[in-house]
């Protein structure tokens, strides 16, 4: 009695169908020079095998309204070709005893089993998602979270119903990820959490919540360097990618980061050294917007005891009249505008980025007069920088207003 037929499909990260006989292994991949619409066709009915799909069904599935003259033709090649390529997982059948045609419907032989990555992935998460204990539940959802490398399908995307899908799998695989490291930093298993976070981080780089609970992680295991660093680096990607600022949750962040000093100073002149920069220069301050916003209120307060002087000025590329940067230019332009700010500021003036064609500057002890004529510097340096553009740079300088005194009295 011959053994059973199992073939391994892999659908996430890539498409391939594998089979091991004897010790041989023999195995087809969407690696392999065919056309798309082949290893769609194979996608598909191997993920609805069960039912089996009919001929328009598959029609529409992969031509749709560009079908052309002759769909039936046009399918009829497709199959053949699809036939040829599953003979040669060893088979010593015709691919027609593989891929049958039925009732007006095509799926492959009964006398074949299939182990389908996704499927796993999907028994997994409903294992999880019932079990009660939270020991057993975790188990199940960490095996379900190494099964899923990568979207599912991903170069099918073109096709409606392999890119929903993918919307499917991969709102499951980030829900997953996210209780699990909660359940994680319950169990003080943070290194995982960390590990868990940046893999689902290389699938959803712009998932927010994930990179707040890897800052949290971070924060856990004392990484203090590795926090603040992955809050500098996703400030900077949510600006230049999404041109969002730093939301509300983020910002929170931030000055939970700051709230966990290195223990290991526990006296002033270690804490006095520690806060001291390294890097030597007069160039003016650079910092996130969270920081600038402190800085900020810090500076409205002493002027208003003070009647300092300072002033606020925001710098913004514009594109010309009735168009759009392209992410080239704006990419440039943003370097240069950096550069123009970074060379021609005092060491004590502060600068952020703001959002994705934005700078924020604060000058602190300058007048108005005086705060023109940096601002002026900036433009004159950003045209030497980049002279032959046809966009430029907007500005606006307003006096930053002093807090309001309150009716409490001081305590020193």
């Not at 599935?61 to 090649?77: Q, V, Y």
């Not at 959802?141 to 190494?146: D, Q, T």
């Not at 806060?275 to 307060?301: D, H, M, T, V, W």
């Not at 300072?310 to 992410?327: D, E, Y």
């Amino acid at each position: 009695m011959s053994a059973p037929v199992i073939l391994e499909v892999k659908t996430f990260g890539e498409f391939s169908i594998s089979r091991n006989k004897g010790t041989e292994k023999f195995v087809i991949s969407e690696r392999d020079n065919f056309s798309k619409k082949l290893w769609g066709l194979l996608e598909y009915l191997v993920l609805f095998r069960r039912r089996g799909a009919t001929r328009e069904e598959l029609i529409d599935a992969f031509w749709g309204e560009d079908c052309g003259e002759s769909p039936e033709n046009c399918l009829k090649a497709l199959i053949f070709r699809a036939r040829r390529t599953v003979s040669a997982l060893g088979f010593a059948k015709e691919g027609r005893e593989i891929i049958l045609y039925s009732n007006n419907s095509y799926r492959f032989s009964e006398d074949i089993s299939f182990r389908v990555d996704s499927e796993q992935f999907d028994t997994l998460c409903r294992t999880a998602e019932t079990e009660r204990l939270p020991l057993p539940r975790l188990k199940n959802a960490l095996h379900a979270l190494e099964i899923y490398d990568g979207d599912f399908l991903p170069r099918s995307m073109d096709f409606p119903w392999a890119a929903s899908l993918n919307i499917y799998y991969r709102d499951k695989f980030l829900k997953l990820c996210t209780s699990s490291v909660q359940t994680l930093f319950h169990e003080g298993r943070h290194e995982d959490a960390i590990r868990i976070c940046r893999k689902a981080l290389t699938i959803a780089p712009y998932d927010e919540t994930l990179h707040r609970l890897l800052i949290e992680a971070f924060i856990a295991t004392g990484a203090i360097s590795a926090d603040s660093q992955h809050y500098t680096y996703i400030t900077n990607l949510f600006i230049s990618e999404l041109a969002i600022s730093p939301s509300k949750e983020l910002t929170a962040l931030y000055h939970k980061i700051n709230a966990c000093p290195d223990k290991k100073a526990d006296d002033l002149h270690s804490v006095r050294d520690a806060l001291q920069e390294s890097e030597s220069g007069e160039s003016p301050f650079f910092c996130g917007y969270a920081a600038f916003e402190n800085i900020y209120r810090f500076k409205a307060r002493i002027t208003g005891r003070s009647g300092e002087a300072v002033q606020l000025a925001m710098l913004s590329l514009l594109p010309p009249s009735g168009k759009q940067l392209s992410p080239i230019q704006l990419r440039k332009g943003m370097e240069y505008l950096l550069q123009a700010i970074s060379s021609s500021l005092r060491m004590g003036d502060v600068f952020c980025r703001y959002n994705a064609v934005s700078y924020l500057i604060l000058l602190p002890s300058t007048d108005s007069e005086s705060g023109m004529r940096a601002v002026e510097r900036i433009l004159c340096r950003f045209r030497a920088l980049h002279p032959r553009v046809s966009y430029s740079v907007g500005h606006t300088l307003l006096s930053v207003l002093p807090k309001k005194k309150s009716s409490a009295v001081p305590r020193h």
